[in-house]
């Protein structure tokens, strides 16, 4: 089992840059693959980013568009998500998860397939 803490957000001019931090507890961190996702009121959670065990292999949203990178550092049994160019529209709580298995399967998008959330953190972009 493995719980996840995310800091970070906060609020932030358009244009601006934030860097969302995901602390793990417990020593199987580099076990699990890992995921931020992004909700906002009355919406589904959607898919943002994700990064194999290792950190050699990331997933990208279409949204991204080389303005977020995800990283991990698994002797800190944390994963970042570097945000850049920052918009309204990216206005939302973000979660880190973990993924169900050892290695990404095609579901990876599909919040269903993370077993562990974090609380959340909020991230207000104004315009």
């Known amino acids: 089992q493995v719980q996840l803490v995310e800091s970070g957000g906060g609020l932030v001019q358009a244009g601006g840059s934030l860097r969302l931090s995901c602390a793990a507890s417990g020593r199987t961190f580099s076990s699990y693959p890992m995921a931020w996702f992004r909700q906002t009121p009355g919406n589904e959670r959607e898919f943002v980013s994700a990064?194999?065990?290792?950190?050699?292999?990331?997933y990208d949203s279409h949204f991204m568009k080389g303005r977020f990178t995800i990283s991990r550092d698994n002797a800190k049994n944390t994963v970042y998500l570097q945000m850049n160019s920052l918009k309204p529209e990216d206005t939302a709580v973000y979660y880190c998860a973990a993924y169900t298995q050892s290695s990404f399967g095609s579901n990876y998008r599909e919040k269903n397939a993370y077993d562990y959330w974090g609380q959340g953190t909020q991230v207000t972009v104004s315009s």
């Open positions: 990064i194999s065990r290792s950190g050699g292999i990331t």
